[in-house]
């Protein structure tokens, strides 16, 4: 992924300089700078349009004080993030992330991965990403509530149903989006779609739950399909045992494929005979429990501290589904050693750019995360439709338009590489076409 561009080489140097402590951030600036040189040899009249500063820089980051009692009567503080990262082609979208890990860099970089990966859906939505450095694990419902209405009395002036619509990420579902949606509406005094991934009984969308890991296995199917294989039969690992980890072990499962491990940020489990997906779902989204408790329902089974080790186990597929950075080169040696033939991220940037380097130099399928895992956000969009509409559809409606998104994803993926000499390069393609649309709108829109 080494730039040579001398252009790009240094617009990459300044976006350094400029955004010093945020080596998330320009490890997806970097991705994505490289994958652009043969547009940017093509299309000098965006070079001169100063398209490329424009777009590594966010148009808007709100930072603020978010501070709340907790359940002793003690007042806690958090620290609140919102980056408008581009509107070039729609207003603002993108999710909420509630994790102690949360800092600016690591809101820039999601925000501007969402900018192109939004683009992919072809739905009008430009980039956004949201968060804080609050922690909900071992939270109490009343503590959960406190946070997310004094987060929303701060958040509310920078956001609305046509300027910015955030959603769920890590540590934000449907629980969090509720007490949000409920201090907005009580603040503004007007029911509107300002959030996405809305309880069924107050303007969510059927199927939004299941849209990312569904969707992530939607697009690996199109890319499986594309060459010669499938799922049946294949053994898959699914780190992560959240929202986008639970929906992807599900439909690959409904694929014919067996997944053999999940995980979550303590440890992972191994199941040989096929993770059984309503234990994880009972511990994972009603007790809110670690996921060691899998043994509890399967004795069997075996349970290993620590993350990386479920890269060790032997499989076919690998779809990572917690976090930045959880592949790193080692362990995407390990998988190709052990002979996994395809990774597909459902999280964001889950590969670091050493394990993708390794995937590609060994011919594995690489479903990069901004067309992978769009089919959340695309479902997030068509929320926002029904929700303009004052309908609902149904959920059969939801999932085939979302399919169909996936599909088309995949095409303009597989298109883009072709078109500009990287057959089967789906980062590169990915990358390409999700700014080629951004970039003439921004161009269009001139020097904002
Ligand atoms: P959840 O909070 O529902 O689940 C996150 C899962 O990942 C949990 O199992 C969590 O374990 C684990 N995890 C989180 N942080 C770490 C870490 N630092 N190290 C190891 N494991 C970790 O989040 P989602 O499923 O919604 O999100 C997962 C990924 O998918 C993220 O990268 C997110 O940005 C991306 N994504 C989500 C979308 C959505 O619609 N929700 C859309 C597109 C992308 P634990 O419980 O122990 O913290």
């Known amino acids: ?38 547009v940017i040899e093509q299309r000098q009249d965006l070079v001169d349009a100063g398209v490329l500063e424009r777009i590594v820089e966010p148009e808007r980051q709100i930072i603020f004080r978010v501070p709340w009692v907790d359940d002793n009567g003690k007042p806690q503080v958090n620290r609140g993030f919102r980056v408008q990262f581009n509107s070039a082609i729609g207003p603002y979208k993108g999710g909420i992330r509630l994790h102690p890990s949360v800092n600016l860099g690591i809101i820039k970089f999601l925000g501007f991965e969402q900018t192109f990966k939004n683009s992919l859906t072809t739905l009008p939505m430009g980039g956004g990403k949201g ?24 958040l509310y002036r920078h956001i609305g149903a046509d300027l910015d619509v955030p959603a769920g990420d890590i540590g934000t ?13 009580r603040i503004r005094n007007e029911y509107v779609g300002v959030l996405t991934g809305k309880g069924l009984t107050y303007g969510g969308s059927l199927a939004r739950k299941q849209a990312t890991g569904y ?33 992807a072990c599900e439909k690959a499962t409904t694929y014919g494929a067996k997944v053999v491990a999940m995980s979550d940020s303590n440890g992972y489990i191994y199941d040989k005979n096929g993770i059984d997906l309503d234990a994880v779902k009972q511990i994972k989204e009603v007790e809110r429990k670690r996921i060691k408790e899998y043994l509890t329902y399967h004795p069997n089974a075996e349970y290993h501290e620590g993350c990386s080790g479920i890269w060790t186990i032997p499989c076919d597929i690998a779809l990572p589904c917690a976090t930045q950075n959880e592949i790193n080169g080692e362990s995407a040696k390990i998988l190709v050693k052990n002979g996994c033939k395809v990774v597909s991220e459902g999280a964001n940037m889950p590969s670091t750019p050493e394990a993708i380097d390794t995937y590609l130099a060994n011919g594995l399928l690489y479903g990069p995360a901004k067309a992978a895992n769009a089919g959340g956000v695309a479902t997030s969009g068509l929320e926002m439709s029904q929700n303009s509409l004052r309908l609902s ?12 998104i996936m599909i088309s994803i995949f095409k303009a993926c597989d ?34």
């Open 215 to 247: 969707g992530l296995c939607y697009f690996t199917n199109e890319m499986l399909k594309a060459n010669g294989m499938s799922f049946e039969g294949k053994t898959v690992l699914v780190s992560g045992s959240g929202n986008v980890a639970i929906y």
């Open 393 to 404: 559809w149904s959920f059969e409606e939801v999932d085939e338009r979302l399919h169909n």
């Open 173 to 185: 579902g449907a629980r969090e989006i509720g007490y949000m949606f409920g201090q907005y509406k």
């Open 415 to 448: 298109e883009a590489s072709k078109t500009y000499g990287m057959p089967g390069n789906y980062m590169a393609g990915a990358n390409i076409a999700g700014f080629i649309k951004v970039a003439e709108s921004m161009k269009a829109q001139g020097n904002v």
């Open 131 to 154: 968060g804080s450095d609050f922690d909900p694990k071992g939270k109490s419902d009343n503590e959960i509530m406190n946070f997310c209405q004094s987060f929303m009395t701060e």
């Open 1 to 38: 992924m080494a730039i040579k561009n001398a252009y790009l080489l240094d617009l990459l140097e300044r976006t350094k300089k400029r955004n010093p402590g945020e080596p998330e951030f320009i490890q997806a600036v970097t991705e994505v700078l490289a994958s652009l040189e043969p």
